[in-house]
């Protein structure tokens, strides 16, 4: 009698973790899929807007799409931690949000990534694999960083990424001619204008990610306090 209560216990106990995880996985599935599928709309339809385009890209304008996704993913959270049986449920789902989160906020990164190597393959008529390579020669070349990690440094300073072989030589050969011409009229130095501008951008993207971390802390305080009930 004991062992079948034992076993039907262990049983429980492993269906609840189970649903949680799943529920855990969904979650951050459906997150995901709104954050890419808002940003494929972004790119092919806001960005390509002359000017006005480049600055909503600079500003990463549908990060602030963040607030509806943590809610999404906090609240699920916290309601989920209902399902677990077990006094460590909360730090359970805790640590769950907390590796959710960041997970969450990359995965748009390396989307971004691939539709510029997307863009550059099309705009030169080139196989995805050496677009790629080229894309990753230009990080290379500007921010001794490539691939994912490179383009997010990249554009954490320059939020305007070429998308043809030729603008990425004209971007280079341009900018030197426009830092001598600004230092000989100002004085000041390219490199503490580059510094502003990272400290800007960065300054956006650590706003975003801020929002991000209180919405979804809030919101699954929210759903424990609604489970508790």
Known sequence: MEFSKLLKRITVYILCAFMFVFCAVAIAIVAIAIKVLVLKLAHQ??????????????????????????AIVGMGLGLATGLLP???????????????????????????????????????KLAVPQAKTVADSFLKRRIN??????????????????????????????????NSKFVRVSGIPPTLITIIMGICFWGIRIFYFSIAVITAIAHYREGLRIVAK
């Open 45 to 70: 339809l806001i960005y390509p807007i002359f000017m006005f385009g480049d600055l909503l890209r600079g500003l990463e304008i549908i990060d602030l799409l963040n607030i509806l996704v943590f």
């Open 86 to 124: 077990t006094q460590d449920a909360r730090k359970i789902s805790t640590v769950f949000l907390i590796i959710l989160i960041p997970i969450i906020l990359a995965v748009p990164q390396i989307v971004k990534y691939n539709l510029w190597v997307g863009d550059i393959a099309n705009d030169d």
């Open 145 to 178: 960083q490539d691939g994912v990690f490179g383009f997010y440094l990249y554009t954490g300073q320059f939020p305007m990424v070429p998308t043809r072989q030729v603008q990425m030589q004209e971007l280079e050969r341009l900018e030197k001619q426009i």
